[in-house]
């Protein structure tokens, strides 16, 4: 509930993965200076973000479980992706990181509901931010991002290497979409987009057609029932 005491209104987001589809893959790493956009990413950014989108990272950071690096880390390269997200024009609505792993090393060695292929993060971020996740998108380079994607009841596309064999996965795994990079996702999205403000355009059009229609038809039978009442009072 906002301070208004209504409902606050839901709108969707592009649900990104990290490593591997949003910035290049290095295994581990949370040196700030060491991120790289993943091919297309840049490009995908900046058109997703002038049509209205805004983005939203879901990732599994095992490595805290492990005691490759802390939370504290991952909250640097949350910064670091909000800047190059925001330096693109567009806006970081949250990021979430799943430090967990069973075998794990700490207090993170634990059974949880938020390590992807399970939907609990997506579902946490969907309830902070107000996010629509039918609406949305959920875009990752494994079957776990398409699992958790499609548990949450997102919209998903699989990008990089493994999309060239997502049509094989069985169907709790296979994305709706691939495409080879984030760019790639970006015209699919809105490709969407379009289809959809098309289908609305037509729904409006065709609901002032009916109105119009109704109208006519109850000026002609006004008309035929003056007509009516004039042939009977001239009898
Ligand atoms: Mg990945
Ligand atoms: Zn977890």
Sequence with gaps: MSSNGLAPQRRPAILLDKDGTLIEDLPYNVDPRRIRLAPGAREAIRTLAAAGHRFVVVTNQSGVARGYFTEADLAEVHAHLEWLIEDLGGTLAGFYACPHLPDGVNEFALECDCRKPLPGLIHRAARDLDIDLAESWFIGDTWMDAAAGRAAGCRTIMVGPDAATAHALPEGRRPDHVARDLR?????ILAAD???????ERARVEARRERRSRERQS????SRERAQRRTGAAA
């Design 184 to 188: 790639g996702a970006a015209r699919i």
């Design 194 to 200: 379009a289809a959809r403000d098309e289908a609305a």
């Design 219 to 222: 000026r002609e039978r006004r």
